[in-house]
């Protein structure tokens, strides 16, 4: 049973760092069952449609969308099966929960991760960047 489970949420200022984790259970990330991707949902708002972030099986190829190119890093680590997002020179429009999600193993390319390639999701961690 896949299983993902996100920590290192928070409050920081603008132009500050947050580094979120998403731990997976239930599937290797070494193999090519799943990519990992990370969504977030704004307050008040729908969660969106696309990802802000992926990484492909293997961690071979990585994904980030416009708004985050630059500031977001995704990487994961094999002995530990836990994807990372290092998120970089905050703004106040990244609030949100971010929620990792297990991918079909293809959903990083092209156009990048869409809800429907999730698979699974995780419960989500709160992310507030505010003066």
């Not at 049973?1 to 132009?15: D, F, H, I, K, T």
């Not at 239930?26 to 977030?40: E, M, N, S, V």
């Not at 929620?99 to 989500?124: E, K």
């Amino acid at each position: 049973q896949v299983q993902l489970v996100e920590s290192g949420g928070g409050a920081v200022q603008p132009g500050e760092s947050l580094l979120i984790t998403c731990a997976a259970s239930g599937f290797t990330l070494d193999l090519d069952y799943y990519a990992i991707g990370w969504f977030r949902q704004a307050p008040g708002k729908e969660r969106e449609t696309d990802g802000v972030s992926c990484i492909s099986t293997r961690g071979v190829f990585t994904y980030y969308a416009d708004s985050v190119k630059g500031r977001f890093t995704i990487s994961s680590d094999s002995a530990k099966n836990t994807v990372y997002l290092q998120m970089n020179n905050l703004k106040p429009e990244d609030t949100a929960v971010y929620y990792c999600a297990a991918l079909y193993p293809m959903a990083c390319y092209g156009p990048g991760p869409r809800i429907p390639d999730v698979v699974s999701w995780g419960q989500g961690t709160q992310v507030t960047v505010s003066s």
